[in-house]
């Protein structure tokens, strides 16, 4: 079991995105503490634990169904997030692999352009779903630098590493402005002013599925 | 749309069309889905009406892309409904326009406001954003959708701070009432024990609760039924039925007695919920105290007017029938002249203590000065009277009093006609001095004197002391009672000497003027709030 870095690739194709996936899952349980301790200062206090729970679905998925094109893969992510994972932050990353795996149909490889497009579709699916918009102290606020970037990257046809390198940085800095931020959205609400001071515990778990996207690529 | 393998370019774009219609369809339901969760989850993160109001409009309008809104709740007595919540600038129509729109019926498709009824709770109001003109069909459907779960949570938040303020009030009436109240599970074993029970078993609240019937009212109960045969608690809980009018004695960890009437009344929330009953137990001790009052009063009372009566128609009769010569009717009206003047002084003595038992005494206060009132006083008690002058013993320059001149002379003459009256014909001394604190006046004679244990007890209505009664000597028994009260309105104390020796010393210490203690009330307190 050999491992490659995804950067060095040209262009992504299915086996690449069903690597991902695996990728998402790995960070979430390696972080699912923290998040979860995250959460404990905003929200219910559950949001490690959810994750853990709906990546364990999809590998199930994954492995029961064998979705064989980079569409149907991230909709049958999408889908066992959906069914799986309690609270809010389910049906949030459903809508963004859902409707990103909508967009991807038909297609057998994803350059940067791809890449941007499926991350523009999959944050516009998760802000109307939940109804937020970036300061809002949610997902978000990590997600749309991210695909900003990508937009950015594919403009100037940057390669697929530097691209990657650059979302990475961008929701980098979309997550660390949740901090001063005042929740408007989900459970957080209810503490107001008290929300100040706190990472929202979505904009990291954005994060690390967004750095998976740079990590090294495990060969399955 | 099924595809074949010859079909054109323009079949391939309709099912991708049909495809797509298909999946926005379903992300759609799912969104409903979602904001209805996120709305059930703001329901049931809030318990307080105001602010859940608040939340609802706020997400409601998120969902529905409103400009504005209002929440109105029917207040529960009436029905009439309050605005509880409302965010958006834009002015909103008046409540009754809003409720005429609910109520009539009308499609809203078009109003730049929808009205929602939330079943019987009240009404939710949207405003449409102005560049749409109406709020759209999808969220109509939504807020019929949610519409029922808001009015449940909202009536639920309602009813949630009712129940908490009528408990709020129903602790405070329990905590403060004077009367103790117990309440009894099933088992007979108490759950809830007020302070006035507290003080009542004088044991701390929390000791009493768990403890069963028969342990705090130190019953003996017979074994075999684990209770007494007639127990007034297992009765309540068995029959469901109030019981009134038990008299019970309850000594306390203290050993006091004190007798109680306790009434009972069974609670319970429908019929399958747990019995229990309530027992509210009414400290006697007071009223029993009272009823000895009573009689004491009457008893001396009736004795004290019958007497001058029965002297004055033996005098009266005397003249009427007998024809007496003139130095002897001349002694006849003397002696009526003289009881009636007593008859006189003890219906007052009788007036000024039920003024102060009802708290009406009130002081006309100017500056006096002690010592030529105590001689006034002195030389107005010696005119004809048969007893030898009183030493009289002034210090010099005695500081001023603030008093009531009048009162302060009433006092002054109960006590030296004390002193002549017990004093055994002794010689009766009144001594004047002062001190940085107090003016302190003392009448001393040395005649039969105060049984130690009764000193204090004088000074109750009606309280005579033994010694007095055993010489079956005359009297209301309330000179003291009344002079310790005007003294205690003036500041000042009024008691005996305990180190005088023998004979009795009354000592009466008022504040000089000026004196930082010196109290400014007038009136005083009711009697039964005097400690």
């Not at chain 1, 409707?99 to 497009?117: D, H, K, N, P």
């Not at chain 1, 523009?120 to 900003?148: H, N, Q, S, Y």
């Not at chain 2, 969760?37 to 706020?58: C, E, F, G, I, K």
């Not at chain 2, 519409?147 to 009528?166: F, I, K, M, N, V």
Request: charged share 25%; hydrophobic share 45%.
């Amino acid at each position: 079991m050999g491992t490659s870095a995804v950067p060095t690739e040209l262009s992504i194709d299915a086996p690449a995105v069903r690597a991902y996936v695996r990728r998402c899952g790995e960070a979430v349980r390696r972080h699912a503490d923290m998040l979860t301790r995250l959460d404990a200062e905003l929200g219910d206090g559950d949001h490690g634990d959810n994750l853990r729970i709906g990546f364990s679905a999809v590998d199930e998925v994954l492995d029961a169904e064998h979705p064989e094109t980079i569409g149907a893969i991230l909709s049958s992510v999408g889908n066992a997030l959906v069914t799986s994972v309690g609270g809010a932050s389910g049906p949030l990353y459903g809508a963004a692999f859902i409707e990103a795996g909508f967009v991807a149909r038909g297609m057998e490889r994803i350059g940067v352009e791809e890449l941007a497009t499926l991350a523009r579709a999959a944050a516009d699916a998760l802000a109307r779903r939940g109804r937020c918009r970036v300061g809002d102290k949610t997902i978000f606020d990590a997600l749309a630098p991210a695909a900003d970037s990508l937009a950015a990257s594919a403009a100037e046809h940057q390669p697929i590493p530097v691209a990657l390198r650059r979302a990475v940085a961008a929701a980098r800095q979309g997550m660390r402005s949740t901090r001063p931020l005042v929740a408007r959205r989900g459970l957080a609400m209810r503490l107001g002013e008290r929300s100040r001071g706190h990472l929202d515990p979505g904009a990291v778990s954005c994060f690390l599925m967004v750095r998976a996207l740079a990590l090294p690529a495990v060969d399955e | 749309v099924t595809l074949e393998p010859g079909d054109t370019r323009s079949a391939r774009e309709q099912l991708d069309a049909e495809h797509r219609r298909i999946f926005r369809e379903a992300q759609r339901a799912a969104d409903t889905i979602f904001s209805h969760y996120q709305l059930s989850q703001l329901l049931a993160t809030h318990d307080r009406t105001r602010p859940m109001a608040a939340a609802v409009l706020d997400e409601l309008m998120h969902v529905c892309d409103a400009a504005g809104g209002g929440i109105w709740l029917a207040d529960p007595p009436n029905g009439e409904l309050r605005l509880v919540a409302r965010a958006g600038d834009e002015l909103m129509p008046p409540t009754g326009e809003l409720v005429a729109q609910l109520t009539t019926g009308a499609d809203a498709a078009e109003d730049p406001w929808i009205v929602v009824a939330l079943e019987d709770t009240g009404i939710l109001a949207l405003s449409a954003p102005s560049d749409a003109g109406h709020i759209d069909a999808a969220a109509r459907r939504f807020l019929s959708l949610v519409r029922h779960e808001l009015a449940g949570a909202l009536r639920s938040a309602q009813l949630r701070e009712t129940l908490e303020l009528e408990r709020t009030e129903l602790s405070a009436i329990i905590e403060n009432a004077t009367d103790a109240i117990l309440v009894f599970d099933a088992e007979r074993r108490v759950t809830r024990a007020n302070p006035a029970a507290a003080r009542l078993f004088d044991r701390d609240a929390r000791a009493i609760v768990g403890e069963r019937c028969d342990v705090l009212y130190a019953c003996a109960p017979i074994e075999a039924i684990g209770r007494c045969a007639p127990c007034p608690v297992a009765r309540v809980l068995e029959r469901a039925e109030p019981l009134d009018g038990e008299e019970r004695i309850i000594v306390g960890n203290g050993g006091e007695p004190t007798s109680v009437v306790i009434s009972y009344a069974p609670t319970r929330i429908g019929p399958e919920g747990p019995s229990r009953a309530v027992a509210i137990l009414r400290d006697t001790s007071e009223l029993a105290r009272l009823a000895e009052l009573r009689r004491g009063f009457l008893a001396s009372i009736s004795h004290e007017l019958r007497t001058p009566i029965a002297l004055i128609k033996g005098y009266a009769e005397t003249l009427l029938h007998l024809q007496p010569d003139p130095s002897d009717a001349r002694r006849y009206l003397v002696g009526i002249d003289d009881t009636t003047s007593r008859l006189g002084h003890l219906v007052q003595q009788i007036l000024d203590a039920t003024q102060l038992a009802a708290g009406q005494l009130v002081l006309d206060l100017e500056e006096v000065d002690l010592g030529e009132l105590v001689r006034e006083t002195v030389d107005q008690l010696s005119i004809g009277a048969r007893a030898e002058r009183p030493r009289l013993a002034l210090a010099g320059a005695l500081p001023h009093v603030r008093a009531d001149r009048d009162r302060l002379r009433q006092v002054l003459e109960n006590l030296l006609s004390n002193a002549q009256k017990y004093g055994d014909r002794t010689p009766i001394g009144v001594q004047v001095e002062a001190s940085a604190t107090a003016v302190e006046i003392r009448v001393s004679d040395d005649g039969i004197g105060i049984p130690a244990d009764e000193r204090e007890l004088v000074f109750e209505q009606f309280h005579r002391a033994r010694n007095v009664r055993e010489r079956g000597m005359s009297g209301s028994g309330l000179g003291l009672a009344i002079s310790r009260r005007i003294v205690e309105a003036h500041g000042g104390t009024l008691g005996f000497d305990p180190d005088a020796g023998s004979g009795t010393t009354a000592v009466l210490r008022l504040p000089p003027l000026g004196a930082a203690d010196l109290r400014d009330a007038t009136t005083l307190a009711p009697a039964g709030s005097q400690p």
